[in-house]
T-cell receptor
Framework: NAGVTQTPKFRVLKTGQSMTLLCAQD?????MYWYRQDPGMGLRLIHY???????AKGEVPDGYNVSRLKKQNFLLGLESAAPSQTSVYFC???????????FGPGTRLLVL | QQQVKQSPQSLIVQKGGISIINCAYE??????FPWYQQFPGKGPALLIA?????SEKKEGRFTISFNKSAKQFSLHIMDSQPGDSATYFC??????????????FGKGTKLSVIP
């Protein structure tokens, strides 16, 4: 099993550009999450999904959109990138309450 | 606002010593308290977790101590090794009602174990 994979690993964007980060999991998990990690800030939840076709906002959702068209995939979109969105983005998946969240390797995004 | 406060920010321990990381929370509805370990360039991985019906959980050299009345929990790493050098995050979640299945993370503790 590959677990949780993220594409791309690294990306540089100019302010105002758009992009989509892809997360895929092969563990048949219902729940998927997108976090951002910034120095000294820990991991902050952007959006999450409790099943195919459903999404919900987390702690820091502004400037991001998500879609979960297939159970195994969770996409994070930036419509108009801003320097404040420079971060490392982690996707995770899990089986829900009281269960382990499995994290991907991360995507490092630099917005100039 | 849900918060989990973690201390210290960084910790240096000699090989063989005990590493202690503390967390405090505010939301009494939290009912799951995991610790995640993250090595540089990698995603976090679950290390150990506890639910509030027990006061302590031990797995190998790693122990969580939980104090429900004080709303605090801590991670103890016994016989710390250089391979334990990583960033550790405490987290908490409530698994009913609004915000279910969401983990709220502390800001992390960077542990360095020196030979």
């Amino acid at each position: 099993n590959a677990g949780v994979t993220q594409t791309p690993k690294f990306r540089v964007l100019k302010t105002g550009q758009s992009m989509t980060l892809l997360c895929a999991q092969d563990m048949n998990h219902e729940y998927m999450y997108w976090y951002r990690q910034d120095p000294g800030m820990g991991l902050r939840l952007i959006h999450y999904s409790v099943g195919e076709g459903t999404t919900a906002k987390g702690e820091v959702p502004d400037g991001y959109n998500v879609s979960r068209l297939k159970k195994q995939n969770f996409l994070l979109g930036l419509e108009s990138a801003a320097p404040s969105q420079t971060s490392v983005y982690f996707c995770a998946s899990g089986r829900g309450a009281w269960k382990t969240q499995y994290f991907g390797p991360g995507t490092r995004l630099l917005v100039l | 606002q849900q918060q989990v406060k973690q201390s210290p920010q960084s910790l240096i321990v000699q090989k063989g010593g005990i590493s202690i990381i503390n967390c405090a929370y505010e939301n009494t509805a939290f009912d799951y308290f995991p610790w995640y370990q993250q090595f540089p360039g990698k995603g976090p991985a679950l290390l150990i977790a506890i639910r509030p019906d027990v006061s302590e959980k031990k797995e190998g050299r790693f122990t969580i101590s939980f104090n429900k009345s004080a709303k605090q929990f801590s991670l103890h790493i016994m016989d710390s090794q250089p391979g334990d050098s990583a960033t550790y995050f405490c987290a908490a979640s409530n698994n009913s009602g609004a915000g279910s299945y969401q983990l709220t993370f502390g800001k992390g503790t960077k542990l360095s174990v020196i030979p």
